[in-house]
């Protein structure tokens, strides 16, 4: 078994893939129109197994847009390259909660996606 991907609720998919796909640097996998204003919409870091699926939210799930880790990080974005992808993100205006943090575990800073869910990039230290 594997996971093959995670729903993420978003107000608008065409908003989603403008960020995931440029400020993130995700690749778009799948935007299929089910019919009825509905979409199919998967994005997912270059060479990732997992991705997400956009959903777009209809009546009460709007409630949980950004929201879904409960005010937490619950997102983790591992990179190869701290120094590269943090810069790339912040110059795509990605909204940085800290400056980049040295840990036993290696370099991490938390930042939020437009809907206001917690992220960490991070770059784990070998060893």
Known sequence: MKLSALSLLVPDHDAAIAFFTGALGFDLLEDTDMGGGKRWV??????????????????DQAAY??????????????????????????????????????????????????????WDLIERREG
């Open 42 to 59: 998967r994005v997912a870091p270059k060479g990732a197994e997992t991705a997400f699926l956009l959903a777009r939210a209809v009546g």
């Open 65 to 118: 847009i950004g929201q879904q880790g409960g005010g937490r990080v619950w997102l983790f974005l591992e990179t190869d390259d701290f120094a590269r992808d943090h810069a790339a993100m912040q110059a795509a205006g990605v909204t940085f909660e800290e400056a980049p943090r040295h840990e036993t575990y290696g370099i991490v800073a938390v930042f939020r996606d437009p809907w206001g869910n917690r």
